[in-house]
């Protein structure tokens, strides 16, 4: 049974739906180094068995924003700003990640972060690790 959080820009205008049968606790939660997610305070979640549904209730607000290797298109709201998550295609389809700090409702027992760095990757091993790591991910119809 997989249970669905919703997360959201702060003046609702994009969002993401999160499908996953693991409790808060037993999610994979990472703390990325990056200059972006360090500035932006992200702590993004993924997982094999979850799956991830990116919508825009306004589609004009939706921006993607590309850096570093250019692999991935991280979704941002031009009115109020927040990263809500990030998503690429690959050889094996459409993966995401979410940021948990733009959930609805924080839970109550979320894991603990664990620190990452992903200095030193190539292309190929990012999008290699991303496809092991991140969720199945699609656009609402509105969005694609």
């Known amino acids: 049974m997989h249970i669905e959080y919703e997360g959201r ?3 609702s205008a994009i ?4 499908r996953t049968p693991l409790i808060p606790a037993e999610w994979a939660i ?3 180094d990056c200059s972006f997610c360090r500035a932006h305070d992200v702590l993004s979640a993924s997982g094999a068995t979850a799956d991830i549904t990116f919508f825009a209730r306004e589609p004009g ?3 993607r924003y590309r850096f570093g290797l ?11 700003g927040v990263y809500i998550g990030a998503v690429m295609s690959g050889n094996c389809g459409t993966f995401g990640i ?3 700090r733009a959930l609805v409702t924080q839970p109550e027992h979320l894991a603990t972060a664990v620190p990452v760095s992903y200095d030193g990757e190539d292309e190929v091993s990012r999008i290699a690790r991303r496809e092991q790591r991140w969720s199945k ?5 509105e969005i694609t």
């Not at 991910?137 to 119809?141: E, I, L, Q, S």
């Open 137 to 141: 991910a699609r656009f609402a119809p």
């Open 70 to 80: 250019r692999t991935a298109d991280f979704l941002i709201c031009s009115h109020c």
């Open 98 to 100: 979410v940021n948990v």
């Open 30 to 32: 990472r703390a990325c």
């Open 15 to 18: 969002g993401y739906r999160y």
């Open 61 to 63: 607000k939706l921006r």
């Open 9 to 11: 820009c702060h003046c």
